[in-house]
């Protein structure tokens, strides 16, 4: 059997990472979408705006704390 070196075997994982992260990035940007139309749930607090990010960035912030799950094991 073959060894491989931990740097080429990280390079590996992360072109993996990526291209699940091609893969699942339109599935994100949809539920993301769809949840900037529902209500808020958030509690405002007298004199703060809640920190918003964009549709893309919640969508890239979903996916990337979702794929991890796919590596573990």
């Known amino acids: 059997m073959r060894t491989m070196v931990p740097t080429a075997r990280q390079h590996q994982e992360e072109i993996q990472f990526r291209l699940i992260l091609a893969a699942t990035y339109p599935f994100f940007l949809a539920a ?4 900037r139309f529902r ?3 958030e509690v ?3 004199g ?3 920190a918003r990010r964009s ?3 919640e969508a890239r ?3 990337v704390q979702a794929i ?6």
């Not at 993301?32 to 949840?35: G, L, Y």
């Not at 991890?68 to 094991?73: C, D, E, H, R």
């Open 32 to 35: 993301a979408a769809v949840n």
């Open 61 to 63: 912030a979903m996916a």
């Open 68 to 73: 991890p799950f796919a590596f573990m094991g």
């Open 44 to 46: 405002a607090r007298p």
């Open 48 to 50: 703060m705006a809640p």
């Open 55 to 57: 549709v893309f960035g």
């Open 39 to 41: 209500p808020a749930r």
